[in-house]
C-alpha cells in the first residue's frame, strides 16, 4: 500500500504579532523572513535574473562607490521592534561593513534597492516604498524586472518621496544620489 509524501512544516518560535525579537529566533531555511507592523512577509530564494541583476547593479554602484561607502546585498534593516526589512541591495557606510553589523538602522542606509519579483510585487511597490519613506531613507530605488528593465529612483522632497524619476531600458540614467552614476537599466539583465 503506497503512502502519501509527508511535507516538512517549519515551526516558527513567537506569535503573532511577531517582534523583531521573535524574527531574530527564526530557523535559517531559505526564505527571507521580514515584518510589516508585526506582520510576517516571507519570500523565497529569488530567481536566477532576479539574482543577476542584483549581482550587475552591486557592480556599477561598487565601481561609482566613493571611499566611505559600499552596497551591500540583503542586509538586515530594522526599521522598529515590528518592521524589519531584507533589501536586496543597500549603500551603507562603508566602516560600518566592515564592523560585521548583524543588522542596521535606516539612518546608516544611504540607498535601498528592491528588484520586484512576482512573489513581492506589492510589498515592493507600496509597502516598502512607504515603510523606507516613513524611516527617513533617503533614496529608494525599485527596478521593475519586467518592463525591460525600468529604474524608479525616489528621493526625498520635503519630509517624503516625490514622484519617481522612471529610467527606462535604452537610455543612459544618471543618478546623483546616493552619489553620482550613470548606466542603462538594460545592463541589469546583459
Avoid: C
Amino acid at each position: 500500500m503506497a503512502t502519501e509524501p509527508t511535507t516538512a512544516r517549519t515551526v516558527l518560535p513567537g506569535a503573532p504579532p511577531f517582534s523583531v525579537d521573535d524574527l531574530l529566533k527564526f530557523p535559517d531555511d531559505g526564505n527571507r523572513y521580514e515584518l510589516f507592523n508585526g506582520s510576517l512577509l516571507v519570500s523565497p530564494a529569488p530567481n536566477s535574473l532576479h539574482q543577476l541583476a542584483a549581482t550587475l547593479i552591486t557592480d556599477i554602484l561598487l565601481r561609482a562607490a566613493p571611499p566611505d561607502l559600499i552596497p551591500l546585498a540583503t542586509i538586515n534593516l530594522r526599521v522598529s521592534d515590528t518592521d524589519y526589512y531584507i533589501p536586496d541591495l543597500a549603500v551603507v557606510p562603508r566602516e560600518l561593513a566592515r564592523a560585521g553589523q548583524l543588522e542596521f538602522s535606516p539612518q546608516h542606509v544611504r540607498l535601498a534597492v528592491e528588484l520586484v519579483s512576482p512573489s513581492t510585487k506589492t510589498r515592493d511597490r507600496a509597502t516598502k516604498l512607504e515603510a523606507y519613506g516613513a524611516a527617513g531613507i533617503p533614496v529608494y530605488w525599485r527596478v521593475e524586472l519586467d518592463e525591460g528593465p525600468a529604474l524608479y529612483a525616489y528621493e526625498f522632497e520635503g519630509d517624503s518621496y516625490g514622484r519617481a524619476a522612471v529610467h527606462k531600458a535604452g537610455r543612459s540614467a544618471s543618478l546623483w544620489a546616493p552619489y553620482p552614476v550613470t548606466f542603462d537599466p538594460a545592463d541589469l539583465i546583459a
